[in-house]
């Protein structure tokens, strides 16, 4: 995550990060959600039938557009969260 970056370069990559909501980025950095490379959330078996309905996950749209450096750091999110 960008919070366990080591050095600001990778803070400051374009590609270490997203635009979410409050609400949507705690659930990323927890690995409640994840993102596949299609850009389609993913919902982690820990989040709450509650939790989905907060983050109003049946209607959300796909992140757009993911570059090939976008896809790498959500591949290391899946796979440090069990997706």
């Known amino acids: 995550s960008w919070a366990e970056c080591e050095t600001?370069?990778?803070?400051?990559?374009v590609h270490n990060g997203l635009l979410l909501s409050a609400l949507?980025?705690?659930a990323f950095d927890c690995g409640l959600i994840s993102f596949a490379d299609d850009g389609?959330?993913?919902?982690?078996?820990k989040l709450t039938a509650a939790g989905?309905?907060?983050?109003n996950l049946d209607?959300?749209?796909p992140l757009a557009p993911l570059t090939h450096l976008h896809r790498q750091n959500l591949?290391?999110?899946r796979?440090?969260?069990g997706f």
């Open 59 to 61: 209607s959300a749209a």
């Open 24 to 26: 949507w980025d705690a």
């Open 40 to 45: 389609t959330v993913l919902r982690s078996p």
């Open 52 to 55: 989905a309905s907060a983050l």
């Open 75 to 77: 591949a290391h999110h």
């Open 8 to 13: 600001d370069e990778l803070r400051l990559d």
């Open 79 to 81: 796979t440090k969260h």
